[in-house]
């Protein structure tokens, strides 16, 4: 069964806590947190802090996408948050040692990659990461189209043998879902698609139900 994992992106930040909310009664795997800081991509979002009172009103797993130049300077503000996973970006550097902080920190640990990164670049982490994140629009605002080609990337990463989770974020909607679990797509991050269902319950239903 994949995974929903609602990205609070998408979310009324004036109403936050009744977004997670109703995601969460609609029966959502993980929340998805976006930290942004208007260096590695061209928006700012989200702190510690987020994760913290997302921890306190909610049950299910907080999942952490670190979008920042030096994700190490706020990591163990996240872990001690109560981050369930966090994701760093290949093409930030000191990847290894970043993931070995994440377990130790309690927290399951993964990689992304942006659109243009090969998923050779995945290779070198297949023993340290928990979860590879395959981004399938630019990072760093929401709304976005789906780009088709990561689909081709998400299938090589599953090919080499990996058998950790693979999540995709950026343009997933119910209608394109399937052709990601197809090609071996374990978690899927919905943000806009989602939050505008006007019977989330439903729609997550019928994602869950997709092989």
């Not at 309690?106 to 990659?113: F, N």
Request: contains cysteine.
């Amino acid at each position: 069964m994949v995974k929903i994992a609602p990205s609070i992106l998408a979310a009324d930040p004036l109403n936050l806590e009744r977004d997670v909310r109703r995601a969460v009664d609609a029966g959502c795997d993980w929340i998805h947190v976006d930290v942004m800081d208007a260096h590695f991509v061209p928006n700012l979002a989200y702190s510690p802090d987020t994760v913290r009172r997302l921890k306190e009103i909610c049950a299910v797993p907080i999942d952490v996408h670190l979008m920042m130049e030096n994700p190490g300077t706020l990591l163990d503000a996240f872990l001690e948050a109560g981050a369930s996973n966090v994701t760093i970006h290949t093409e930030t550097g000191n990847v290894r040692s970043l993931l070995r902080r994440i377990h130790q920190g309690g927290a399951t640990a993964g990689v992304a990659l942006k659109p243009g990164t090969s998923a050779d670049d995945a290779k070198l982490y297949l023993e340290d990461a928990d979860l590879i994140l395959a981004m399938t629009v630019e990072p760093g605002f929401g709304g976005q189209k789906l780009d088709e080609r990561v689909v081709r990337k998400i299938r090589e990463i599953r090919d080499i043998g990996y058998d950790g989770e693979i999540e995709a974020d950026g343009g997933i909607r119910e209608d394109n879902l399937q052709m990601l679990t197809e090609n071996g797509l374990t978690v899927a991050v919905m943000g806009t698609a989602l939050f505008r269902e006007e019977d989330m319950k439903a729609a997550i239903s019928r994602m869950h139900q997709m092989k």
